[in-house]
T-cell receptor
């Protein structure tokens, strides 16, 4: 049935600590994954992506890990700052033998950084 | 430059009004998208334009009518909307819709239907 809950999963961390945001995906055909950050009143902002032929990719202060065996994706943010407070969405895209599927978003996790 | 612009930023309309949302990108992207986002929910895909042709319509009611005048512009025409259509409407673009291409989002138009 439809999820009528209006509460996003929330992660609360202390400024300076590392944050880990997790995402489970269900489509084993998904081969491209993106993490977006969405601040209040703004559109989603691209953070980092990873293709299925990789299991780890690093950016500036962020690392994405992909475990295809258990269909799990995570975003690690080092030295979390107050400006990192936002809702984080994972998104996946599948390759159906040359025909690309749509970008499918996860439910989102709200990250709150305590000063 | 990875900027997608959207106008207006906010829109209030009655159920009998006709209005349009506009989206523009100058990154040379050939795929453009409309998404609808309700509070505390992820974006939901509405339409995809690829090379200025509508390629995906996710069973969106006909009171929403997309238009792609050229490769840089995307409009969403609104007519006879319902209060439940109130949401944040997001435009996005990518190099191509057929490959693993990152979609870049605009800031959105916050729509309130009275």
């Amino acid at each position: 049935g439809e999820n009528v809950g209006l509460h996003l999963p929330t992660l609360s961390v202390q400024e300076g600590d590392n944050s880990i945001i997790n995402c489970a995906y269900s489509n084993s055909a998904s081969d491209y994954f993106i993490w977006y950050k969405q601040e209040s009143g703004k559109g989603p902002q691209f953070i980092i992506d990873i293709r299925s032929n990789m299991d780890k990719r690093q950016g500036q202060r962020v690392t994405v890990l992909l475990n295809k065996t258990v269909k799990h994706l995570s975003l690690q943010i080092a030295a979390t700052q107050p400006g990192d407070s936002a809702v984080y969405f994972c998104a996946e895209k599948a390759d159906y033998g040359g025909s690309q599927g749509n970008l499918i978003f996860g439910k989102g996790t709200k990250l709150s950084v305590k000063p | 430059d990875t900027e997608v612009t959207q106008t207006p930023k906010h829109l209030v309309m009655g159920m009998t009004n006709k209005k349009s949302l506009k989206c523009e990108q100058h990154m040379g992207h050939r795929a453009m998208y409309w998404y609808k986002q309700k509070a505390k929910k992820p974006p939901e895909l509405m339409f995809v334009y690829s090379y200025e042709k509508l390629s995906i319509n996710e069973s969106v009611p006909s009171r929403f009518s997309p238009e792609c005048p050229n490769s840089s512009l995307l409009n969403l025409h609104l007519h006879a909307l319902q209060p439940e259509d109130s949401a944040l409407y997001l435009c996005a673009s990518s190099q191509d819709s057929q490959f693993q291409e990152t979609q870049y989002f605009g800031p959105g138009t916050r729509l309130l239907v009275l």
